[in-house]
């Protein structure tokens, strides 16, 4: 009897801690579920609406959510509006890599060399050594100019005097030859794979295939940027998988093993730091790992373990494991608003500032 007791007491612990699983792991539809009171989830009400102020008052944004235990909790401007997302365009890449690297298809040490890229400027022996994963680490030690600008190029050593793998510049063209070399080793169109493996699974609400596309300045660099247009609640979406560590409902969208991958150091804040001072200045310190930004070195539990997808003029999804929080926003250049990188590193900080559970 006292067995049967304790079996029994197991079991309702085991089920209460299941309900409690399935009751975090919400996921949107084809629509997002609102919290109807987020004050009772540690959201202050008068909080979110200084917070919103803030928004308003000290920002160019035009779209912002935060979305809770996958729930919206806050929304501001126009979060279904697509546009132009800048360089978190790297970070959607690194996500589509999984699928490819499980099944063999795309060997993360194959060398420049062994799969024949070349440029306008001829590659040098040693930067033909570089491995795709140093590309996705942003440490291939190719200073090339990209197709298109808006990178630490102007930090890069000389030339040749670097081992791949050994040194950290955010690069343009490190990231659109990881772009190339996408598309050629698996002879897919990268919009093609954003469709397949992101926008119909995770049931995006505002893709729209015909936005995106190539450009870049060919006479300098023969790779283009991949650039891409979305939404911000969309972006959420992408924000809430990486969450959920690739898990979407009851399907594994992406590996969960190379969510663990993409997110894991690469290059510390310190070294970053180093290697563009310019970092030291931008509010946060912040690592990287593969073309996701690491937040680090923070003594506020809810920033613990963060990570970012970041992109020029205010493009941004942070998300915030401590606390179950994704958070997405945007800036949309058409109407010339833009916002420094200062700006984005108060944003993410003071999002969170306003969750107190307690």
Same mark, same amino acid.
């Given at each position: 009897?006292?067995?049967?007791?304790?079996?029994?007491?197991?079991?309702?612990?085991?089920?209460?801690?299941?309900?409690?699983?399935?009751?975090?792991?919400?996921?949107?539809?084809?629509?997002?579920?609102?919290?109807?009171?987020?004050?009772?989830?540690?959201?202050?009400?008068?909080?979110?609406?200084?917070?919103?102020?803030?928004?308003?008052?000290?920002?160019?944004?035009?779209?912002?959510?935060?979305?809770?235990?996958?729930?919206?909790?806050?929304?501001?401007?126009?979060?279904? $509006?697509?546009?132009?997302?800048?360089?978190?365009?790297?970070?959607?890449?690194?996500?589509?890599?999984?699928?490819?690297?499980?099944?063999?298809?795309?060997?993360?040490?194959?060398?420049?060399?062994?799969?024949?890229?070349?440029?306008?400027?001829?590659?040098?022996?040693?930067?033909?050594?570089?491995?795709?994963?140093?590309?996705?680490?942003?440490?291939?030690?190719?200073?090339?100019?990209?197709?298109?600008?808006?990178?630490?190029?102007?930090?890069?050593? =000389?030339?040749?005097?670097?081992?791949?793998?050994?040194?950290?510049?955010?690069?343009?063209?490190?990231?659109?030859?990881?772009?190339?070399?996408?598309?050629?080793?698996?002879?897919?169109?990268?919009?093609?794979?954003?469709?397949?493996?992101?926008?119909?699974?995770?049931?995006?609400?505002?893709?729209?295939?015909?936005?995106?596309?190539?450009?870049?300045?060919?006479?300098?660099?023969?790779?283009?940027?991949?650039?891409?247009?979305?939404?911000?609640?969309?972006?959420?979406?992408?924000?809430?998988?990486?969450?959920?560590?690739?898990?979407?409902?009851?399907?594994?969208?992406?590996? =969960?093993?190379?969510?663990?991958?993409?997110?894991?150091?690469?290059?510390?804040?310190? $070294?970053?730091?180093?290697?563009?001072?310019?970092?030291?200045?931008?509010?946060?310190?912040?690592?990287?790992?593969?073309?996701?930004?690491?937040?680090?070195?923070?003594?506020?539990?809810?920033?613990?373990?963060?990570?970012?997808?970041?992109?020029?003029?205010?493009?941004?999804?942070?998300?915030?494991?401590?606390?179950?929080?994704?958070?997405?926003?945007?800036?949309?250049?058409?109407?010339?608003?833009?916002?420094?990188?200062?700006?984005?590193?108060?944003?993410?900080?003071?999002?969170? $500032?306003?969750?107190?559970?307690?």
């Amino acid at each position: 009897m006292k067995h049967y007791k304790i079996l029994l007491i197991l079991l309702l612990f085991t089920s209460l801690l299941y309900c409690y699983t399935c009751e975090a792991q919400t996921y949107p539809d084809q629509t997002w579920s609102r919290d109807e009171d987020p004050s009772l989830n540690g959201w202050d009400n008068t909080e979110r609406s200084i917070f919103t102020r803030y928004i308003i008052d000290s920002t160019n944004i035009t779209g912002l959510v935060i979305v809770h235990k996958g729930q919206i909790v806050l929304e501001y401007g126009d979060i279904q $509006e697509n546009s132009y997302i800048a360089s978190c365009r790297k970070s959607i890449l690194a996500i589509l890599f999984g699928k490819y690297i499980e099944s063999g298809i795309i060997n993360l040490d194959k060398t420049l060399g062994e799969l024949n890229i070349n440029d306008v400027s001829e590659l040098l022996p040693i930067e033909n050594t570089a491995k795709i994963r140093d590309l996705i680490a942003a440490r291939s030690g190719i200073y090339l100019n990209g197709s298109n600008g808006g990178d630490f190029r102007r930090y890069a050593p =000389e030339r040749g005097s670097v081992k791949p793998g050994t040194h950290w510049l955010y690069s343009n063209w490190d990231f659109n030859v990881a772009g190339y070399i996408f598309e050629q080793e698996t002879n897919r169109s990268i919009y093609d794979e954003i469709e397949s493996q992101l926008a119909i699974p995770l049931q995006m609400q505002d893709w729209d295939k015909s936005l995106q596309q190539k450009s870049g300045n060919y006479k300098v660099s023969k790779f283009p940027a991949y650039h891409m247009w979305f939404s911000t609640r969309d972006m959420a979406r992408i924000g809430l998988l990486m969450l959920r560590k690739g898990k979407w409902n009851e399907e594994q969208i992406i590996p =969960e093993y190379w969510v663990n991958e993409i997110i894991k150091e690469r290059t510390s804040y310190i $070294e970053a730091q180093k290697s563009v001072p310019l970092l030291k200045e931008d509010g946060l310190d912040l690592g990287y790992g593969y073309m996701w930004w690491l937040i680090e070195n923070t003594d506020d539990y809810r920033l613990n373990h963060a990570y970012s997808a970041q992109g020029a003029l205010g493009q941004n999804i942070t998300v915030y494991p401590e606390i179950d929080v994704v958070l997405a926003f945007k800036t949309k250049s058409d109407y010339r608003r833009r916002n420094s990188i200062q700006t984005q590193m108060k944003i993410i900080k003071k999002a969170v $500032e306003i969750y107190n559970p307690d």
